[in-house]
């Protein structure tokens, strides 16, 4: 698996990051089998810098493929594409030690420093990148690519056809979309039901997108778990 992250690439007014991810993974897509894009939610604190709900995005792609190359790609994408005001970072690692896992879950709980990341990134020979401005998104690009690695964080923004669903599904449907399993927050595994399907968003868990969905009067609806 090859684990590229991505963070503080917008502004107040752009699209998001998750948005770009996106496009970039769509373009990856053409020539490498993309298995999804993941939302990894960060520190919320005054003392970080964020536009919004400082989340980072993660692109997974189970290939082997050239890291300078494949950073080279993404780079010049998001360069295409980058916005005023952003401090755009950019990871890519195909091997994720527990140290990098490790600080992504601090990024969730500290403020963390550019100078760490750098660190920790040339120590482990990962790729990171600062595109522009004070470069600060170095530091949630290397915490997704942990987050991701660990399997067990954030929640799939883009799987399979997922976000072509629309109405009122059933957990088959789901898993023909790309879903590897649905469950109640318990943790129960459900093959019957109706599923309302709008802003599903499967959460990583076990290294799979796992969606869990909660009783609402008729139906079961999404849950958006981090």
């Given at each position: 698996m090859i684990y590229i992250g991505l963070d503080d690439t917008d502004n107040a007014e752009s699209r998001g990051?998750?948005?770009?991810?996106?496009?970039?993974?769509?373009?990856?897509?053409?020539?490498?089998?993309?298995?999804?894009?993941?939302?990894?939610?960060?520190?919320?604190?005054?003392?970080?810098?964020?536009?919004k709900n400082n989340s980072s995005a993660a692109i997974l792609l189970d290939a082997a493929a050239d890291l300078d190359y494949l950073a080279e790609r993404v780079r010049l994408h998001i360069l295409a594409d980058l916005q005023p005001g952003?401090?755009?970072?950019?990871?890519?690692?195909?091997?994720?030690?527990?140290?990098?896992?490790?600080?992504?879950?601090?990024?969730?709980?500290?403020?963390?420093?550019?100078?760490?990341?750098?660190?920790?990134?040339?120590?482990?020979?990962?790729?990171?990148?600062?595109?522009?401005?004070?470069?600060?998104?170095?530091?949630?690009?290397?915490?997704?690519?942990?987050?991701a690695a660990?399997?067990?964080?954030?929640?799939?923004?883009?799987?399979?056809?997922?976000?072509?669903?629309?109405?009122?599904?059933?957990?088959?449907?789901?898993?023909?979309?790309?879903?590897?399993?649905?469950k109640t927050q318990e943790g129960t595994p459900l093959d019957t039901g109706r599923i309302l399907v709008e802003k599903l968003r499967p959460a990583r868990r076990g290294g799979t997108p796992v969606a869990y969905v909660g009783w609402s009067v008729d139906h079961w609806e999404p849950l958006k778990l981090d």
């Open positions: 990051t998750g948005n770009l991810a996106r496009q970039i993974a769509a373009d990856l897509n053409q020539d490498y089998p993309v298995v999804g894009v993941v939302r990894h939610q960060l520190l919320l604190d005054p003392r970080v810098p964020y536009t952003s401090d755009p970072g950019l990871c890519l690692a195909a091997q994720v030690p527990q140290v990098i896992i490790a600080f992504g879950r601090r990024a969730q709980r500290e403020v963390l420093s550019q100078e760490e990341a750098r660190r920790l990134a040339q120590a482990h020979a990962i790729k990171l990148l600062g595109l522009g401005g004070d470069e600060q998104g170095v530091v949630g690009a290397l915490a997704a690519v942990g987050l660990s399997g067990e964080d954030g929640r799939y923004i883009a799987i399979g056809n997922v976000r072509e669903l629309n109405g009122y599904c059933s957990p088959a449907d789901l898993l023909t979309a790309g879903v590897a399993a649905v």
